[in-house]
């Protein structure tokens, strides 16, 4: 085991270990409104996290970076003046079912991570409203391809591509980094260029889609999988299943972290594979919140400060 990697696990064991809200026994919050109440009522303010820019850091958003025949796709970037000794590239890919969110939803990350040097790019990609699977994967993998074509311009590696997706999001960029070339789901201009990652963090969303837990949630009525990949599983099954993170698993994946809420046993299933191909994965599990936790204080920080850490151990300087 390298240095950085027992580095890694030792902080991010240290962050599981450490002071997060537990629920008590009984009812449990059903929203955000009721979460703060109920963590006011035991002396913890529940706040939702505000950044500021750093006047080091330029914004620009809007910018288009592929096209659907007159449907332009935007990209918005955070180039630090002075990018840190990683020069990674962070891309966060927003949350919403894969039916609604928008890439502004990750600007608070983005300031956190282009306030400490990085380069980060927040993505759009197509709704289920606008087009089913695999138009957003179609997307995602040519901001990806966008993305490491102007990396050396911004100051970053072109090898040093970190992906990081919530809820929805999650489930892409999963399957970003494990679908190869075999998976056909590269449509791009760009598809001479390599579209591995350094790195993948998946927050709280499915890392499989072909499985009886998702069949389950698909099966009801106005389900997010339904609208997103077209039908109910036992009607397109091929659909689950390359739709499916996990199916695609093939040893070629770069490390990745898992962000569970309240369930470190959610990716078992990717994780063993994982394993067995010798693929560095980790998990990390947040407690004692609803879903989209992360946004919020006091989950924001320890979730942002891991990924960090997880970030440095796939990185060599």
């Known amino acids: 085991m390298n240095r950085m990697f027992f580095v890694c696990f030792s902080l991010i064991h240290s962050f599981i270990h450490a002071e997060m809200p537990q629920f008590d026994r009984g009812p449990r919050p059903k929203n955000f409104q009721e979460l703060r109440l109920y963590y006011a009522d035991r002396g913890l303010s529940i706040t939702h996290k505000k950044i500021e820019l750093s006047q080091d850091v330029q914004q620009t958003n809007n910018l288009?970076?592929?096209?659907?025949?007159?449907?332009?796709?935007?990209?918005?970037?955070?180039?630090?003046?002075?990018?840190?000794?990683?020069?990674?590239?962070?891309?966060?890919?927003?949350?919403?079912?894969?039916?609604?969110?928008?890439?502004?939803?990750?600007?608070?990350?983005?300031?956190?991570?282009?306030?400490?040097?990085?380069?980060?790019?927040?993505?759009?990609?197509?709704?289920?409203?606008?087009?089913?699977?695999?138009?957003?994967?179609?997307?995602?993998?040519?901001?990806?391809y966008w993305t490491r074509e102007h990396a050396l311009e911004w100051g970053g590696q072109p090898d040093r591509i970190i992906l990081m997706g919530f809820s929805a999001g999650a489930h892409l960029v999963a399957l970003a980094a494990t679908a190869g070339p075999e998976a056909g789901l590269d449509i791009s201009e760009f598809q001479k260029q390599s579209n591995s990652v350094a790195a993948c963090i998946v927050v709280a969303g499915p890392s499989i889609t072909n499985d009886e837990r998702a069949f389950l949630e698909a099966r009801k009525p106005e389900s997010n999988y339904q609208l997103f990949l077209g039908d109910l599983p036992e009607n397109i099954p091929a659909i689950y299943e390359k739709a499916s993170p996990a199916h695609w698993v093939s040893g070629n994946e770069p490390p990745m972290l898992f962000i569970t809420e309240g369930n470190p046993s959610a990716h078992n299933i990717i994780r063993s594979k994982l394993d067995k191909l010798g693929i560095q994965n980790e998990i990390f599990n947040l407690t004692g919140g609803i879903h989209s936790e992360w946004n919020w204080e006091p989950w924001f920080t320890p979730t942002m400060e891991v990924t960090e850490t997880f970030i440095h151990s796939t990185i060599t300087h």
């Open 64 to 144: 288009v970076y592929a096209r659907r025949k007159d449907r332009p796709l935007h990209i918005d970037t955070f180039v630090p003046n002075n990018v840190n000794s990683f020069k990674a590239v962070v891309i966060l890919v927003h949350g919403g079912g894969w039916k609604k969110g928008d890439r502004s939803n990750e600007h608070t990350k983005a300031k956190w991570f282009s306030n400490r040097g990085f380069i980060v790019v927040c993505p759009e990609y197509r709704l289920s409203g606008e087009a089913l699977f695999p138009a957003a994967i179609h997307d995602l993998k040519d901001a990806i």
